[in-house]
């Protein structure tokens, strides 16, 4: 008959524990001599150095071959989204709605204009060339100060009576508000519609036809030059900013309308219907009395 198997002690489990962290009788250290201690440390070190040394040299070589102007994939950037100045946006619709009468909707609306224009002032615009209108500006070499690239010249003032320096409010003080259209950038795309002329913005009255009597465009005949295209990145152009568009609606009647604006050009799309911002804004422009 088999014997119970004998039930150890607290101070015999110590002691077992004590004898495997350091036995006197076969002069080992958790299981081991102290001279295979130190070949499998030795054999460890070598192993996270060559490892690391290889992990370093991979990312070496992928930084090296990596151009810190122009990403290596653009598959997603076919054509630029359009956006529109104020963006005031309820759940996934931009409408712009603002009060005639009342002093704070005006200057919530202008005020955003007038930030958003800061970087077009005549000081911040200064340094940047004035390029020769209606070719592109393309540039091989980085020739501009810190190994950079020149930016065209795009000043407020080019959008006349929607440029805030003469009418402050932008026309939200009356009937007749401006809102600023701008193309997104994509790193060497040349925007055309097919004729060698530069792309223009048409806006469309979707519903509410009589309650707009005129449209106007600033630039005259709304149309984004092609002196800053093509646009080479971030950090080849620090100083670029982009081309704009102002139209200003003259409101009628009811005061409301539904509009589209879109880039008319020979290579940007606008039917995509996964993309709605691409090629085109459509908002509602509303004002309150």
Request: hydrophobic letters at 35%.
């Amino acid at each position: 008959m088999a014997t119970l198997k004998e039930k150890r002690t607290c101070g015999q489990r110590c002691e077992d524990f004590g004898r495997f962290v350091w036995n006197s009788d076969t002069g080992t250290m958790f299981g081991r001599t102290p001279e295979k201690w130190v070949y499998i440390s030795l054999y460890y070190v070598a192993f996270y150095v060559i490892m690391t040394g290889l992990f370093s040299l991979a990312i070496w070589t992928l930084m090296y071959t990596l151009d810190p102007y122009t990403p290596d994939y653009q598959d997603r950037l076919t054509s630029p989204g359009v956006m529109v100045w104020p963006p005031t946006y309820i759940e996934e619709d931009v409408v712009l709605s603002y009060n005639m009468s009342d002093k704070a909707s005006q200057r919530k609306m202008s005020n955003c204009l007038s930030n958003f224009l800061k970087p077009y002032n005549d000081t911040s615009q200064q340094y940047n060339h004035n390029c020769t209108r209606g070719q592109y500006f393309r540039q091989e070499k980085f020739e501009a100060p810190h190994h950079t690239k020149y930016s065209c010249r795009f000043t407020q003032s080019m959008l006349g009576r929607c440029s805030g320096l003469d009418e402050p409010t932008f026309g939200y003080n009356g009937t007749m508000p401006c809102v600023i259209i701008k193309m997104n950038r994509i790193i060497n795309f040349l925007p055309n519609n097919g004729t060698g002329m530069a792309p223009h913005l048409n806006c469309t009255i979707l519903s509410g036809h009589d309650n707009i009597d005129m449209i106007e465009y600033f630039p005259t005949n709304g149309t984004f030059d092609l002196s800053y295209f093509p646009y080479y990145g971030k950090l080849a152009q620090p100083t670029y900013v982009n081309p704009l568009v102002a139209v200003k609606f003259h409101l009628v009647k009811e005061r409301e309308a539904k509009i589209q604006c879109r880039v008319v050009a020979h290579n940007i799309a606008y039917q995509d219907s996964y993309e709605p911002y691409q090629g085109k804004v459509v908002f509602l422009l509303k004002a309150l009395k």
